[in-house]
């Protein structure tokens, strides 16, 4: 076999650093597009929790004051 040129082997390292550069900014996207979405999502389930939990918490007869202080809604008879 013959000895590789050293420009060759230039233009083939440059060629493969171009490939892998564009891979990685592409995996890069795609994660990103991904977590966006899975954060989304979640964001979503958490609205839904929030919603069902206060529901819950008004069919027990238990009512929201002053922020985060509960007190259990008096019964009237």
Avoid: H, W
Wanted: proline residues 3%.
């Amino acid at each position: 076999m013959a000895e590789t040129d050293p420009k060759t082997v230039q233009e083939l390292t440059a060629v493969v650093q171009t490939l892998l550069q564009q891979m990685q900014d592409k995996f890069q996207t795609m994660s990103d597009q991904i977590i966006g979405r899975n954060i989304l999502y979640l964001n979503c389930r958490i609205d839904d929790l929030e919603k069902n939990i206060a529901d819950l918490m008004t069919q027990a007869g238990v009512e929201e004051l002053e922020g985060e202080n509960k007190t259990p809604a008096t019964n009237k008879s």
